[in-house]
């Protein structure tokens, strides 16, 4: 939890941390990922047969799966996104050659159904991820979903669990987490419904899966968290869900300070969200021993549909801008942690992606770099910060965030502690041409600290394939005097907790007054 007072812009800035001030648990599904079938993210993607690049069996992009294993994904989410809409599963299994190939009405494409359930679930073995499948409820069936769940889960002697086995798999998948539907409130879907149907037919399915499956967590399918869909349908379904899913893009046409602070509209939607399902919970008398639903935010990233068309692929080359953005996003994702159970990048390759292939290997673009920092050193628990700093007060996207007071200050800031003590602090500095020397309470004892920054020669530069402008350089400081955060950069700022107890530094913190 970070808290914020604006000061004048001529006064030194100030972030306090308070390492004693445990405020939630970091879920480590917050840093999952999300393969659709659109563009090369599947084919040419995560999997290639008969590349140099490939697993020779399975025609996994080894290159891939290494550069994945690296941000110890945890979560995967398949097959969709909008082509869920008119999947059928049960085209993607059994002998290759015997796979229909279809119209994707979705992205206007031609599935092959040579990647499939079983392909997807063995790559996440690999990978040493959990899977997390969504059901198509616009053209799919009910049936077609309970099918699904005894093909994936079922160990007894059943007809899907055997035709498993017929395929060459004896032990269940035992898939956890199942999306009821994808965006089914969108007027781009095929089977689009109203928030009274849509929660009609969730009830109904709930029921009937949680029957075949008492294991297995149903995630339901929201909106962008502000809206009447989420009221409607979190207070007809709350009974049979683990987690609300919503989705928020950002994006700003290259401006560079609407569109690092845009990410501020999901942080405002998660704490709506989080009312809602508290409301829901108190409206329908769910008892205090059911498991607190939490959020799902199963799409979010930096997305400019005019740069990247999903229609053209929807590959992206972004920039240092952007990249401070994503990290805006996983600081609200540290900060929100009490609210947030799973949270995955759209998408995990090649499609508005962090991670691009080529026929030679792999680059990575300007947005891996924060999200690396963040999966590797940005666990544990979420703790306390105060921050003072001067604050962005120009125009913003969406136009909503001044008119409902969310802050914009100058320095983004969440910091963690994990479970071997060491303390995580992310500040980015949105500000595109001043550097701030900033005091920083709650080291009184440290002696060194670890620092990785991302920054580069300015917020318009790029990654390519063989350029690397941005990437991460680190460094050590000392914990002496005032620290710089220099103009359009993220910095992570890491140590081992001294004083784990109650209390820290509490007598250096009272410098906090002097402000």
Same mark, same amino acid.
């Given at each position: 939890?970070?808290?914020?007072?604006?000061i004048?812009?001529?006064?030194?800035?100030?972030?306090?941390?308070?390492?004693?001030?445990?405020?939630?648990?970091?879920?480590?599904?917050?840093?999952?990922?999300? /393969?659709?079938?659109?563009?090369?993210?599947?084919?040419g993607?995560?999997?290639?047969?008969?590349?140099?690049?490939?697993?020779?069996?399975?025609? #996994?992009?080894?290159?891939?799966?290494?550069?994945?294993?690296?941000?110890? &994904?945890?979560?995967?989410?398949?097959? $969709?996104g909008?082509?869920?809409?008119? !999947?059928?599963?049960?085209?993607?299994?059994?002998?290759?050659?015997?796979?229909?190939?279809?119209?994707?009405? %979705?992205?206007?494409?031609?599935?092959?159904?040579?990647?499939g359930?079983?392909? #997807?679930?063995?790559?996440?073995?690999?990978?040493?991820?959990?899977?997390?499948l969504?059901?198509?409820?616009?053209?799919?069936?009910?049936?077609?979903?309970?099918?699904?769940?005894?093909?994936?889960?079922?160990?007894?002697?059943?007809h899907?669990?055997?035709? +498993? +086995?017929?395929?060459?798999?004896? @032990?269940?998948?035992?898939? @956890?987490?199942?999306?009821?539907?994808?965006?089914?409130?969108?007027?781009?879907?095929?089977?689009?419904?109203?928030?009274?149907?849509?929660?009609?037919?969730? &009830?109904?399915?709930?029921?009937?899966?949680?029957?075949?499956?008492?294991?297995?967590?149903?995630?339901?399918?929201?909106?962008?968290?502000?809206?009447?869909?989420?009221?409607?349908?979190l207070?007809?379904?709350?009974?049979?869900?683990?987690? =609300?899913?919503?989705?928020?893009?950002?994006?700003?046409?290259?401006?560079?300070?609407?569109?690092?602070?845009?990410?501020?509209s999901?942080?405002?939607?998660?704490?709506i969200?989080?009312?809602?399902?508290?409301?829901a +919970?108190?409206?329908?008398?769910?008892?205090?021993?059911?498991?607190?639903?939490?959020?799902c935010f199963?799409?979010?990233?930096?997305?400019?549909?005019?740069?990247a068309?999903?229609?053209?692929? %929807?590959?992206?080359?972004? /920039?240092?801008?952007d990249?401070?953005?994503?990290?805006?996003?996983?600081?609200?994702?540290?900060?929100?942690?009490k609210?947030?159970?799973?949270?995955?990048?759209a998408?995990?390759?090649? &499609?508005?992606?962090?991670?691009?292939?080529?026929?030679? $290997?792999?680059?990575?673009?300007?947005?891996?770099?924060?999200?690396?920092?963040?999966?590797?050193?940005?666990?544990?628990?979420?703790?306390?910060?105060?921050?003072?700093?001067?604050? !962005?007060?120009?125009?913003?996207?969406?136009?909503?965030?001044?008119?409902?007071?969310?802050?914009?200050?100058?320095?983004?800031?969440?910091?963690?502690?994990?479970?071997?003590?060491?303390?995580?602090?992310?500040?980015?500095?949105?500000?595109?041409?001043?550097?701030?020397?900033?005091?920083?309470?709650?080291?009184?004892?440290?002696?060194?600290?670890?620092?990785? /920054? &991302?920054?580069?020669?300015?917020?318009?530069?790029?990654?390519?394939?063989?350029?690397?402008?941005?990437?991460?350089?680190?460094?050590?400081?000392?914990?002496?005097?005032?620290?710089?955060?220099?103009? =359009?950069?993220?910095?992570?700022?890491?140590w081992?907790?001294?004083?784990?107890?109650?209390?820290?530094?509490?007598?250096?913190d009272?410098?906090?007054?002097?402000?």
């Open positions: 939890m970070t808290t914020f007072t604006k004048p812009e001529d006064q030194t800035p100030c972030i306090s941390i308070d390492v004693s001030r445990r405020v939630a648990k970091i879920n480590r599904n917050i840093y999952g990922g999300f /393969t659709e079938h659109i563009g090369r993210c599947i084919y993607g995560l999997y290639e047969p008969g590349s140099a690049l490939s697993d020779k069996k399975t025609g #996994f992009r080894k290159d891939v799966l290494a550069a994945l294993k690296e941000l110890k &994904v945890p979560v995967v989410r398949y097959p $969709g909008n082509f869920v809409a008119t !999947y059928h599963w049960m085209d993607g299994i059994g002998p290759r050659e015997k796979r229909p190939t279809r119209p994707e009405l %979705a992205w206007r494409d031609t599935e092959t159904n040579q990647f359930t079983d392909e #997807f679930l063995q790559w996440c073995e690999v990978l040493g991820t959990e899977p997390y969504c059901f198509n409820m616009g053209t799919g069936t009910l049936d077609e979903a309970l099918a699904w769940v005894e093909y994936c889960n079922g160990s007894g002697e059943t899907y669990a055997n035709l +498993r +086995r017929k395929h060459g798999r004896e @032990k269940p998948y035992n898939v @956890k987490y199942w999306g009821l539907g994808n965006e089914v409130w969108g007027g781009w879907q095929i089977e689009q419904m109203s928030k009274e149907v849509y929660a009609t037919k969730t &009830v109904q399915w709930a029921k009937a899966l949680k029957k075949l499956d008492g294991s297995i967590e149903l995630i339901l399918c929201g909106n962008s968290g502000h809206t009447d869909w989420d009221h409607h349908v207070m007809e379904c709350i009974p049979w869900i683990s987690m =609300h899913s919503i989705h928020i893009y950002t994006s700003a046409n290259h401006r560079h300070l609407p569109n690092v602070t845009a990410p501020r999901a942080e405002r939607a998660i704490q969200t989080s009312g809602l399902i508290d409301l +919970r108190i409206e329908r008398g769910i008892p205090p021993w059911v498991p607190r639903q939490t959020i199963d799409e979010w990233n930096v997305w400019d549909s005019g740069r068309n999903p229609e053209r692929g %929807a590959e992206e080359q972004y /920039t240092l801008s990249a401070l953005a994503v990290g805006a996003w996983l600081n609200i994702f540290i900060r929100q942690a609210d947030v159970g799973m949270a995955c990048i998408q995990s390759v090649n &499609v508005i992606s962090p991670l691009m292939t080529t026929k030679k $290997g792999i680059w990575k673009q300007t947005t891996w770099w924060p999200l690396l920092l963040f999966c590797k050193y940005m666990r544990g628990e979420t703790v306390g910060v105060h921050v003072w700093s001067g604050c !962005y007060e120009g125009e913003t996207e969406p136009w909503w965030i001044r008119s409902i007071s969310c802050e914009t200050p100058w320095l983004d800031v969440s910091a963690c502690v994990d479970e071997d003590g060491w303390a995580g602090m992310v500040v980015i500095n949105i500000h595109p041409e001043k550097s701030f020397k900033t005091d920083i309470k709650g080291l009184k004892k440290v002696r060194e600290v670890k620092v990785f /920054t &991302v920054t580069g020669s300015d917020v318009e530069v790029r990654n390519g394939d063989g350029v690397e402008n941005v990437k991460v350089k680190e460094s050590c400081w000392d914990a002496e005097g005032k620290f710089t955060f220099g103009k =359009h950069s993220l910095t992570l700022l890491r081992k907790v001294v004083d784990f107890g109650i209390g820290g530094d509490r007598e250096e009272q410098e906090w007054e002097r402000i």
